[in-house]
């Protein structure tokens, strides 16, 4: 009887794809939280303020169920209320390993045919749960990745299986051959959930899921215009903005920190085939934090519209400069146009 034979990267490949059809996104190691009592923990507190005029953003139409939906509704990628506060950024402490317990459940509802909350952070191993409250159906899709749809819905740089050449069936991107197994140039992104919420008050946990820290970007296929995000960290040190465009992180143990504060990017450029929006890259702005024994440290962030967005963006993780322009990209990766095949590659 004859075994059965496969190269490591075909595979490998395969495995990937399997895991990718069942809705499951393979998780690489991570340094593991511990839980312990923080005697002596600081607090972070700060606000985030837009700068200069914030961009007028057009609604968005609703396509189906309008007796539920309504006709449309207002974009929320940028939400500036009377102050200037940004709601739904969300700041994360980095580099910490042992702290206070996890984070509260967060419930992820949708209401009429909106995501709330539109944003929400986490940590990996809190609770979270999707709701539907309306009485059609909805199915919150969560996409590992922050690229938006131009991203590629397929397994990361595992190549594909031997003697497939050229543009890989259901991918769009190019492939560039290695000892006759070609592999996919690009990044891709990978299914993290996928939940259907037939009936009206009913709830799925979805902690499971949420292994790997990361953005993950959440739609509802019946519904282009609905759109939320969840953060998820590597620990209990994340928060999201209020309508104030406030923040505060308690129990922070004493020691200096990397701060970031992330935003989804607010300037659209297009509407894509399925006729959701598009707009351009989430923003992070980074900054270094010392936190002292039972003391509050502040740490404020500025939001503001560099002009009309452009494409290709420019190179990611870039650091302020004096007088310049700071906040860029959330991905270590840079983006440009495939012209033949009217799609975008992403490539590291």
């Known amino acids: 009887m004859r075994r059965a034979r496969c190269g490591i990267a075909r595979c490998a490949w395969v495995v990937a794809l399997a895991s990718v059809a069942l809705g499951v996104a393979p998780a690489p190691a991570i340094a593991s939280y ?8 600081g607090t972070l507190a700060g606000t985030v303020r837009f700068v200069g005029t914030p961009p007028k953003l057009e609604p968005l139409a609703v396509t189906r169920h309008r007796e539920v939906c309504g006709k449309g509704t207002p974009s929320e990628a940028l939400v500036v209320g009377p102050d200037r506060g940004v709601k739904g950024s969300v700041i994360r402490i980095e580099g910490v390993r042992r702290g206070k317990r996890k984070t509260a459940e967060v419930v992820i509802d949708s209401v009429n045919c909106l995501f709330v909350p539109h944003v929400a952070g986490t940590s990996v191993g809190a609770r979270v749960r999707v709701k539907n409250s309306d009485r059609v159906l909805h199915n919150p899709h969560g996409v590992e990745g922050s690229g938006g749809p131009d991203m590629v819905p397929t397994p990361p740089a595992l190549g594909t299986p031997r003697g497939v050449r050229g543009r890989t069936r259901g991918v769009r991107g190019r492939t560039r051959g290695a000892r006759g197994v070609p592999r996919f140039t690009g990044t891709f992104q990978v299914s993290v959930f996928n939940v259907a919420l037939p009936h009206k008050e009913q709830i799925v946990d979805i902690t499971r899921r949420l292994t790997t820290p ?7 296929d019946p519904h282009p215009h609905m759109l939320g995000w969840l953060v ?5 040190y994340v928060a999201t903005t209020d309508e104030r465009g406030a923040y505060r992180i308690d129990g922070i143990p004493p020691g200096t920190y990397r701060v970031t504060m992330w935003h989804e990017g607010f300037r659209r450029r297009r509407t894509g085939a399925d006729g959701r929006p598009v707009y351009d890259h989430p923003r992070t702005v980074a900054r270094t934090v010392t936190i002292a024994p039972r003391a509050t440290a502040t740490a404020d962030f500025e939001l503001r519209s560099w002009g009309a967005p452009k494409w290709p963006p420019k190179p990611p993780n870039a650091r302020e400069r004096p007088g310049g322009p700071g906040p860029l990209l959330d991905s270590p990766i840079r983006s440009r146009p495939l012209r033949s095949w009217g799609a975008s590659i992403v490539s590291p």
């Not at 990361?214 to 509802?220: A, K, M, S, Y």
């Not at 998820?232 to 209990?236: F, K, L, R, T, W």
């Open 34 to 41: 511990e839980e312990i009592v923080v005697p002596d923990g």
């Open 214 to 220: 990361g953005v993950i970007r959440i739609t509802c």
């Open 232 to 236: 998820v960290h590597d620990s209990p």
